[in-house]
C-alpha cells in the first residue's frame, strides 16, 4: 500500500506542477460559476417548481463543461509516459500493475472531486447572500454530488483506457470524448426512434446519465446507478490493466 | 542430456505462448463482462430508491404510495400526450414514480399522437375517444378513467396587458398531476363514489359554502360524496350512507334525531363523525356521547402567552401577553390508520376554541368499546372551566377547578372490535373533536392543511379505508426567487470571478515558483 500512496501522490504532483491543470480549472469553474449565475437569473421573478440544484444540473451549460472535462484530464495520463519515455523505467520499476493502474486512476478521480468542490462553494454562497437555500433538504445536494461521483468514477476510467490504447493525446482525447458523448446520448434514443416497448425503454433507461441525474439531483437516490457506475468503473479500469500489461509486456 | 531446442521451434514456442496469454485474457475479460451484466441484470429487477428529500417535493404521498401497494389488480395509464405539451414531461416523470411505488402492478404507456399515428388510432377506437390530445387513460379491471391535462393543472390567465402584446398563452400556475391521478385511481378501484350524510338543521356551516370549499374539494379527491340529512325529514339514516357528519351544530338534536343517530349506530354498525361547538348548549348529544364513554367537558383549552394584537391608538401590530384560546394540538401515534406516520407529532394551532373530552375506560369492559385519542392539547394548555371574556385578561390555571393538559381533543371510538386485527368484524365508528371549525377554510390556512390531513384520515378510518393510510397529496406550489440587482451582482462576482479567480492566482504562484 505504500507504494501505492507513492505512485498517487507521484500522480497528483504531476497534475498540479503541470499548467494544464490550472487552465482546465480556471476555464470549468468559469463556465460552471456562468452556469450557476445564469440559472438562477433565469429563475428569478419566475414562479418554478424545480429548486436551484436541479436547474443547475440539468442545463446543457452543465452537461457540456462536464463531458469535456474528462478528455481533458485524462488524455495525458498514459500517452504522457509513452511520449515522454518514463513509461519503461514505470514498467520496470519495483511496482506491481495494478498499483500503477489504480494509482493512475485515483489521481484523476482526486483532482476531479477538486474541479466540484468549488460548486458546491457557489450553492453556500448563494445562501449567504440571498439567506435561501439552493435545494429542499440536503439529499438534493448528498444524492447529486454522489452522482457525479459515481458518473466522474465511470468516465474518468473511460479516458484512462483511451489514454492507454494510444501514444497520442489527441488521439487519446477524441476517443474518450467520442465515447462519453455517446453514452451520454443514448438515454434519448427511445424518444429519437419511437420506441415505446416497455422493457426496451426500461433498459435504456437504467443507463440514462441525464435520467439519473434528474432524480439524483430531487434527492431520490436509486440503487440502479450506483450499481451502474460502480460496476461499469470496475470492468473498465480492468480493461485498462489488460491494456497496461499489454503495452508493458510488449516494450 | 536434454534435448535442445532448435532455433525453428523458438518463434513457434513463443507463439503459442503468445496464443495462450491472449486466449486467457480474452477469457478474463468474458468472465468479468458476464459477472457485470449478471450483476445489473440482477440490480435492474431488484432495487430499492431513498427518498431524501424532507417535503418529498416530486416523490409520492404517502396515501399514494398506500393505494398502490394495496392495488389487487394491475393499472394501465396510456399517456396520450403530444411532444408540445408543457405538462407532458412532468407527467411522465410522476408516473414512473406510481410505478416504482406499485411494485409493477401499475404500467404506463406513452403514446405521442403525432409520432405514432397507428397506435393512437388503436386507442381511439377501444376507449372511444375523439380527437383529444393530452389526456391520461387509466385502465382498472375494464373500467376506464379519464384525466384531462387541465385536471392535472392550474393556469393563470393573462391579463388584458399581455394579451394585448400577444402573450395569449394562460400560464402554468401549479402541476396537480398527483392529486388529479390518484383521486381517478380510488375512483376506479372502489367502483362508487362513498356517500357521507352531513346533518342540519342546527345552525350547522353551509355545506355548499365558501367556508367549506377547501375540505369539499378535498372530500371530492378522496372519493367521498357528501350530502346533506335533515334527520327530521327522514325515517331512518339513508341505506347508502357510510358514514354520517355533525359537524359544530349550534342547536341540540331532538329526541328523535338521537334516537335514529343511536339506532344506525347499534343496527347498522354506523360510523359517526362529530364536531362539536364549545359554545353550543348540546345536552342530548353530549349525554349520548357520554353513553358511548366519551364525555365533552365544560372547558375551554386555553393557556397564557403572547398575541399578535392592533393598537388601538395608532392601529399598529403589537405583541401583547394574554390568554391564548386557539388551542395547540399534537398528532398522537394512535397505532392506526387514523394518524399516518408522517403527521404523527405534527403541531399546529386550531382556530376557534376548543373543548377536552374525558374518556370512561370502563366502557372498554361493559361495553367493548376501545379509544383511540388521536389529537391532544400541546403543552402549556390547560382546560379553563371559567373562561375570561377578553383575551387581554390572562387566565390563570387553578388545580381545584380547571383541568391539567395534557388534554385529549379528538377521540376515535370503536365498538365490537377485537383484538387481533388480522380478523374483520362489523363494528361502530365514532370520531369526536372538540372543536368546530376544524374543516373550515380558516383552519386550513391557520394549521397549513395539517387539520384537512387529520380530517381525511380519521374520515378514512370511519369508512374502513385503512389501505388510504397517509398525507393525501397537494399541489406543487410554485415558487419564485426574487433577488435585487444588488445580490445578483454580488453572486456574479462570487462565482464567476472570485472562485475562478483564486484558481488563476493558485497557477500563477505555480508558474513563477517553477520560474525562481
Known amino acids: 500500500m505504500k507504494v501505492f500512496f507513492t505512485l498517487l501522490s507521484r500522480e497528483l504532483k504531476s497534475f498540479f506542477y503541470s499548467p494544464i491543470a490550472y487552465v482546465v480549472l480556471f476555464y470549468f469553474l468559469f463556465l460552471s460559476g456562468f452556469n450557476f449565475y445564469s440559472q438562477v437569473s433565469v429563475m428569478n421573478g419566475y414562479p418554478t417548481e424545480i429548486t436551484v440544484v436541479e436547474a443547475y444540473f440539468m ?38 500493475d495494478w498499483q500503477v493502474v489504480l494509482a493512475k486512476f485515483f489521481g484523476v478521480l482526486i483532482f476531479y472531486v477538486i474541479l466540484w468542490v468549488p460548486s458546491f462553494c457557489s ?39 483511451a489514454s492507454a490504447l494510444t501514444k497520442d493525446q ?24 419511437n420506441i415505446t416497448a416497455p422493457g426496451i425503454k426500461d433498459a435504456f433507461s437504467y443507463i440514462s446519465t441525464i435520467q439519473h441525474m434528474q432524480d439524483f439531483s430531487k434527492g431520490l437516490i436509486d440503487s440502479r446507478p450506483i450499481v451502474w457506475y460502480l460496476s461499469m468503473t470496475a470492468f473498465v479500469t480492468f480493461l485498462t490493466f489488460q491494456v497496461f500489461q499489454y503495452r508493458k509486456w510488449k516494450a | 542430456m536434454a534435448p535442445k531446442s532448435s532455433p525453428d521451434s523458438q518463434p513457434k514456442v513463443v507463439t503459442i505462448q503468445r496464443f495462450q496469454i491472449g486466449l486467457n485474457v480474452l477469457i478474463q475479460l468474458l468472465v468479468f463482462a458476464g459477472i457485470v451484466a449478471m450483476v445489473n441484470y440482477l440490480s435492474f429487477r431488484h432495487f430499492k430508491r431513498w427518498d431524501l428529500s424532507r ?74 375517444f375523439g380527437a383529444n390530445e393530452n389526456i391520461l387513460i387509466l385502465d382498472y379491471d375494464g373500467r376506464n378513467k379519464f384525466v384531462n391535462a387541465t385536471d392535472m393543472a392550474d393556469y393563470e390567465q393573462p391579463d388584458q396587458m399581455a394579451m394585448m402584446m400577444g402573450q395569449a398563452q394562460p400560464k402554468l400556475k401549479a402541476f396537480k398531476g398527483e392529486q388529479a391521478i390518484t383521486s381517478a385511481l380510488l375512483e376506479l378501484t372502489e367502483g362508487k363514489p362513498n356517500k357521507v350524510y352531513f346533518v342540519t338543521g342546527h345552525g350547522e356551516p353551509d355545506l355548499n359554502g365558501q367556508d367549506l370549499k377547501i375540505f ?13 340529512l335533515n334527520l327530521l325529514n327522514v325515517n331512518s339514516v339513508p341505506e347508502d350512507a357510510r358514514a354520517v357528519m355533525i359537524c359544530g351544530p349550534k342547536y341540540d338534536l331532538s329526541e328523535l334525531e338521537i334516537k335514529l343517530l343511536s339506532d344506525f349506530w347499534d343496527q347498522k354498525k354506523g360510523r359517526i363523525f362529530v364536531l362539536l361547538n364549545p359554545y353550543a348548549r348540546t345536552q342530548r348529544l353530549a349525554d349520548w356521547l357520554k353513553l ?26 403589537e405583541l401583547k401577553t394574554g390568554t391564548v384560546s386557539q388551542a395547540g394540538f399534537v398528532v398522537q401515534d394512535s397505532g392506526t390508520s387514523i394518524t399516518p406516520k408522517d403527521l404523527v407529532t405534527a403541531s399546529k394551532p386550531l382556530l376557534g376554541v376548543t373543548q377536552s373530552l374525558v374518556l370512561d375506560r370502563t366502557k372498554e369492559t361493559t361495553a367493548k368499546m376501545k379509544f383511540i385519542p388521536f389529537l391532544q392539547s400541546a403543552e402549556g394548555f390547560w382546560g379553563e372551566t371559567d373562561p375570561v371574556e377578553s383575551e387581554e385578561r390572562p387566565a390563570f390555571f387553578d388545580p381545584n377547578k ?97 472562485i475562478p479567480g483564486f484558481v488563476a492566482m493558485l497557477g500563477l504562484l505555480n508558474w513563477w515558483q517553477r520560474r525562481a
Do not use: C
Not at chain 1, 440536503?138 to 474518468?156: E, H, N, T
Not at chain 2, 409493477?104 to 403514446?111: A, Q, R, S
Open chain 1, 170 to 193: 489527441i488521439n487519446a482525447a477524441t476517443i474518450s470524448f467520442t465515447t462519453i458523448t455517446l453514452l451520454l446520448f443514448v438515454g434519448f434514443l427511445p424518444d429519437i426512434m
Open chain 1, 59 to 96: 442545463p446543457a451549460l452543465f452537461w457540456f463543461p462536464f463531458v469535456l472535462s474528462f478528455p481533458l484530464i485524462t488524455m495525458r495520463i498514459y500517452s504522457e509516459e509513452f511520449r515522454m519515455g518514463t513509461f519503461e523505467s514505470l514498467t520496470t520499476a519495483p511496482v506491481q
Open chain 2, 55 to 128: 417535503d418529498q417535493k416530486y416523490a409520492l404521498s404517502s396515501q399514494t404510495r398506500s393505494l398502490l401497494t394495496s392495488l389487487k389488480k394491475p393499472v394501465k395509464a396510456v399517456v396520450f400526450f403530444s411532444g408540445g405539451s408543457e405538462i407532458g414531461p412532468d407527467v411522465n416523470a410522476l408516473l414512473r414514480e406510481y410505478e416504482f411505488a406499485s411494485d409493477k402492478k401499475f404500467n404506463t404507456e406513452i403514446v405521442d399522437p403525432y409520432r405514432s399515428f397507428t397506435r393512437a388510432s388503436e386507442l381511439s377506437a377501444k376507449y372511444k
Open chain 2, 216 to 228: 369539499n374539494e378535498g372530500l371530492k379527491r378522496q372519493n367521498i360524496q357528501i350530502a346533506p
Open chain 2, 402 to 498: 380547571d383541568h391539567i393538559g395534557p388534554l385529549n381533543i379528538a377521540v376515535a371510538a370503536e365498538k365490537g372490535g377485537v383484538a387481533d386485527r388480522r380478523v374483520k368484524v362489523e363494528t361502530s365508528r365514532l370520531v369526536v373533536i372538540g372543536n368546530s371549525e376544524l374543516l373550515g377554510n380558516n383552519a386550513y390556512r391557520l394549521a397549513e392543511g395539517i387539520n384537512l390531513d387529520v380530517a381525511v384520515n380519521a374520515l378514512n378510518w370511519l369508512l374502513d379505508r385503512e389501505e388510504l393510510v397517509g398525507i393525501p397529496p397537494k399541489e406543487k406550489k410554485n415558487i419564485a426567487l426574487s433577488l435585487s440587482e444588488k445580490q445578483l451582482r454580488n453572486l456574479a462576482l462570487a462565482v464567476m470571478a472570485f
Open chain 1, 123 to 161: 450553492f453556500a454562497i448563494f445562501q449567504s447572500i440571498t439567506g435561501r437555500t439552493a435545494a429542499n433538504a440536503m439529499g438534493a445536494y448528498w444524492g447529486s454530488y454522489l452522482l457525479l461521483m459515481l458518473m466522474g468514477a465511470f468516465y474518468i476510467s473511460i479516458g484512462n483506457l
Open chain 2, 292 to 317: 358511548q364513554g366519551i364525555t365533552p367537558q365544560e372547558d375551554r383549552i386555553v393557556k397564557t402567552g403572547k398575541f399578535l394584537s392592533v393598537d388601538q391608538a395608532t392601529g399598529s401590530p
